[in-house]
């Protein structure tokens, strides 16, 4: 979860976040390799516009929008 005034997380960690959060699942390995790629060259933490960025590309998945 979230923790109050833990700071801003890791990319790696983001990305497992966000994808358990919007898709109830982890992110394959394909997946977690384009969305580090995403992030460049942060390493130490997310900014905020670039999370807001990930989570948009996120809901905009057909697999967020679709239900099979």
Do not use: M, Q, W
Request: proline share 6%; charged share 25%; with cysteine.
């Amino acid at each position: 979860g979230v923790r109050a005034g833990a700071g801003p997380p890791r990319p790696a960690e983001f990305v497992r976040k966000a994808c358990r959060l919007a898709l109830a699942r982890a992110p394959a390995s394909d997946e977690s390799t384009r969305s580090l790629r995403f992030f460049g060259k942060e390493t130490d933490a997310v900014s905020l516009e670039n999370a807001v960025d990930f989570c948009h590309a996120l809901y905009n998945l057909n697999e967020f929008i679709y239900v099979e």
